[in-house]
């Protein structure tokens, strides 16, 4: 063999070598570990075997069968698992009417916002490995957020506004609990905003254009504030901010990251922000009004409805995109009930999840509601017991705009969740009502 051809070949041998171990690190340095704990993954059981009344759990069969056939809600389905077991799991209406298409337990749902607490998870995985601080600035990850702006004076006529320098930078843990003062566009309670973030083109929620999430976000850091950081709780774009983030932190695209850190290894797979094709026929429509005993899809708004089986598919929006199952969301809450454990696998020490789990805006939440924010999730306290309705004490919940709910609660080791796809439908009582009887039904 040639001497230059010899030299070539150990060129390249240790060139895909070098790759190789590059790769390895990037495995283990962004992952989940293995754990001495081993918590079976959710699979079905009797209610009585987990201190669960099967007669009690009829109540939930009552409340979802008559709002079907009093035309509140289309269909749903809904879970319950207690001590890792699933004790109720029912699927009831129909998953599109058009077609004549009857609900099914595993269909899948847009979830919304309870994307949310995934991506805060997933920023939280990062933060364990001593990548950042909570209370970093995200400047110093994403420049474009330097010097924030608030808004002072804004004109209608032809939506031109003013501004003033903010009195502090935003911080990660500002981007987690919604008091960094950014805004959220089409669906802000203020008309300003929502005129300055469509001038702007910001892409709030979901989209079938062809967006990345960093070109969104670097435009986001351009637009003023409502206040100043740290100042109120403004629900807000921050978990889209930190899913960008977590590209920029782990150098791997979000829903990469996501699907090898959290969705493969807790065996979310039907967890998506965009379907596979051999999935879409499983997502269930949206819909929004009751006519003449039949119910309509949504229509085509600010977004389209379908954005999870057609259009690019490149915007992976960490506040509202993913789409899920009851079980699958279901393993997400129970692995926060292990402490952070699934199936021999850590995804979150026990003790990061009580950082998450304690009360992180103060009263910036709201008092006299029964809950606080921590990281991610709402928290039910001991005003929300004494309410009731709200579960124990810990009840970590969140929801999401197409009314889809769920909750945990460490105490009793109990997960519920409720999906449905509605929107604007006005009177639909059966997510309150689905809680308290989901607690009601213990029996030990």
Known sequence: ??????????????????????LAYSFTAYSQTKSIQKSDPLIESLPEKTGMSSERLSRIDSICEQAVSNGEI???????????????WKAYGMADNGSGRTMKKDDIFRIASMSKAITATAVMMLWEEGKFRLDDPISKYIP??????????????????????????ITIRQLLTHTSGLGYGEIDKDERFKLIYKKAGITDLFTTERISIGDNI???AQLPLHHNPGEKFTYCEGLDVLGYFIEVISGKPFDIFLREHLFDPLGMT????YLPESKAERLVSVQ???????????????????YPIKGEKTFFSGGAGLCSTAKDYATFLQMYLNGGELNGKRFLSRTTIQTIMQNQTGDLYGTGAGKHYGLGFGVTNEEGLTIGGRGGIGTLFWSGYFNTDGFANPTENLVGILMKQTQGIGSDDTSWQFRLLSFQAIDD
């Open 1 to 22: 063999m040639p001497v230059h051809m010899n030299y070539k070949l150990k060129y390249n041998t240790m060139k895909l070598l070098i790759q190789i171990l590059i």
């Open 74 to 88: 289309p269909g749903a389905v809904a879970l319950i698992a207690r001590n890792g077991k699933i004790v109720f």
């Open 144 to 169: 474009e957020f330097k010097n924030p702006q608030v808004l002072k004076e804004f004109k209608y006529k032809d939506t031109s506004y003013t501004t003033v320098p903010a009195t502090g930078e």
């Open 218 to 220: 670097k435009k986001l």
């Open 288 to 306: 929004y009004k009751y006519e003449e005993k039949n119910w309509l899809n949504y229509p085509v708004t600010f977004y389209d409805p379908e």
């Open 270 to 273: 039907d967890t998506w922000f």
